[in-house]
């Protein structure tokens, strides 16, 4: 059973920074792509950024391109979202995700954690 637990939300002023942790347990993730997500009140989940773990290949939202790096620990299975110039409109419950490559084909992301709130003032 695949788990993911994320961490390192809070509040912080515009322009400031932060760093989402997902540590991520139940199995080998070598062939699985780790995601961060985001939905903000009132709106639809939206993805952030995206990382394969055996390529380290990275993909991210227009939005957020140059502010965010999405990296990961295999040592640690640990996959990290470091956030920075931070901006209002980035507030929004964080969700890390997981998703997996097999027979040529990527799954839907189908492993979500509980979220974390990030909440920046202005």
């Known amino acids: 059973q695949v788990q993911l637990v994320e961490s390192g939300g809070g509040l912080v002023q515009a322009g400031g920074s932060l760093r989402l942790s997902c540590a991520a347990s139940?199995?080998?993730?070598?062939?699985?792509?780790m995601g961060w997500f985001r939905q903000a009140p009132g709106k639809e989940r939206e993805f952030v950024a995206a990382?394969?773990?055996?390529?380290?290949?990275?993909n991210y939202a227009d939005s957020v391109k140059g502010r965010f790096t999405i990296s990961g620990d295999n040592a640690k299975n640990t996959v990290y979202l470091q956030m920075s110039s931070l901006k209002p409109e980035d507030t929004a419950v964080y969700y890390c995700s997981a998703r997996k490559w097999y027979a040529s084909t990527w799954y839907e992301w189908d492993y979500w954690g509980q979220g974390t709130q990030v909440t920046v003032s202005s």
């Open positions: 990382i394969r773990w055996s390529t380290r290949n990275t």
């Open positions: 139940g199995r080998t993730f070598s062939n699985y792509a």
